[in-house]
Each structure stands twice: as structure tokens, then as C-alpha cells.
């Protein structure tokens, strides 16, 4: 069997493997926060009070956390997020893959506000396994100013609900409205989404 045999196979392996979380500001923290994991994917839902003060000028920097990916796939990273009330944000983040596979790997982040106005922020990469030449890390660190997060800062401070999601293999191109799913499921009121990166 040849190398690229190799790579299909690993490649077919691998294309459900996710990482998802949801964080939600203004109530306390349920029971059922602990991550539950099945053969595909990890869930991990938290709900916790907002503990920055209504005129503060930053939200975060929010953490994912370390991640790592089921079912014997060699990566794992972090990722996290600052924005702040002039509506300049901090978007960064580490993936590493350990093994002989090489992966694409994908991170979405949604941010909503009391005024039903979501935030997104998106990363695509790539990470060289054992048999490819190339990085076995994707860094990233976007640094930036989106003119909708200041003009709606004191709805992101009345309330806000977070939700991100990783994946390898993966396509970003409907995840922000799995994710926007999901936030309505909550509750939160979704109307409009700014893309921010």
C-alpha cells in the first residue's frame, strides 16, 4: 500500500471528528456542564454569570481551553477572544497534530448580544502529519477593528452568549448557522450576523 493509499484512508477516518462549547452570561452554572463524548464528537455546554462590570472596555479574553479531538486523532490546540468597546478584538489560537496524518483544521467562534446582533469569527488551517512535508502547527493571532462591536457595546454588556466550534477535515461554510441554532435553542434572539473575521 502506498503513501497516498495511506493518506485517503486516514483522510476518511477522520472527517467527523468536532469539538464544540457554549458559554452564556447572566446565569449560574448548571450540573450539566461536564463534557459528554460519543464515537464522533466532544460537547461541552457551561453556563456562567458575567463578572465584568457594565462599563468595563473589554469582554474576555475568553478561553477555549486545551482541545483535544476523540477517537485516537493526534491534534489538540486552544484558542481565545477579546472585544473591546472602541471594537478592536484579539483572535488567536494553536492547533498541533502529533501524528502521520496531516488534517485542515477549522475554529468558528459566534458572539451574540441582547439585541439579537451576532459576531463571528472564523479561522481555517492546515497542520503537516508524519507523511507531509510542512508545519505540524496552525497559528493564528488576528488582531483587528470592526466599527458593529463598538456601535453595539452596550447590548454585548446588557448580555451576551458565546458558542465556538473545532473541527479537522472540516468545511467552515455552515457552521455560524449550526452555531446560531444552537444559541436559539438557548433563547437568545438572533436577528443579524456581522462577520467579523
Known amino acids: 500500500m502506498n503513501k497516498r493509499s495511506l493518506r ?57 481551553g486545551y482541545i483535544t479531538f476523540c477517537c485516537g486523532i493526534p491534534v489538540g490546540g486552544y484558542a481565545s477572544l477579546t472585544i473591546r468597546a472602541d471594537g478592536t478584538y484579539q483572535f ?51 488582531t483587528g477593528y470592526n466599527e458593529s462591536v463598538a456601535s453595539h457595546w452596550n447590548a454585548l454588556q446588557n448580555h451576551w452568549r458565546y458558542n465556538w466550534r473545532a473541527k479537522v477535515n472540516w468545511d467552515v461554510a455552515g457552521a455560524i448557522g449550526q452555531i446560531i441554532d444552537a444559541l436559539k435553542a438557548l433563547g437568545q434572539v438572533v436577528a443579524v450576523i456581522i462577520t467579523v473575521v
Open 92 to 142: 488567536s489560537g494553536h492547533f498541533h497534530v502529533s501524528g502521520w496524518p496531516s488534517y485542515n483544521d477549522s475554529f468558528v467562534w459566534v458572539v451574540a448580544a441582547s439585541d439579537g446582533t451576532a459576531f463571528s469569527f472564523a479561522h481555517r488551517g492546515h497542520m503537516a502529519g508524519t507523511g507531509q512535508s510542512g508545519s505540524r502547527d496552525d497559528d493564528w493571532n488576528n
Open 8 to 64: 485517503r484512508i486516514f483522510a476518511t477516518a477522520v472527517t467527523t471528528a468536532t469539538v464544540f462549547a457554549c458559554l452564556t452570561a447572566g446565569v449560574a452554572a448548571p450540573a450539566s456542564a461536564a463534557p459528554t463524548q460519543d464515537a464522533a464528537h466532544v460537547t461541552q455546554s457551561i453556563t456562567l454569570p458575567l463578572t465584568s462590570p457594565r462599563l468595563a472596555n473589554d469582554l474576555g479574553p475568553w478561553g477555549t
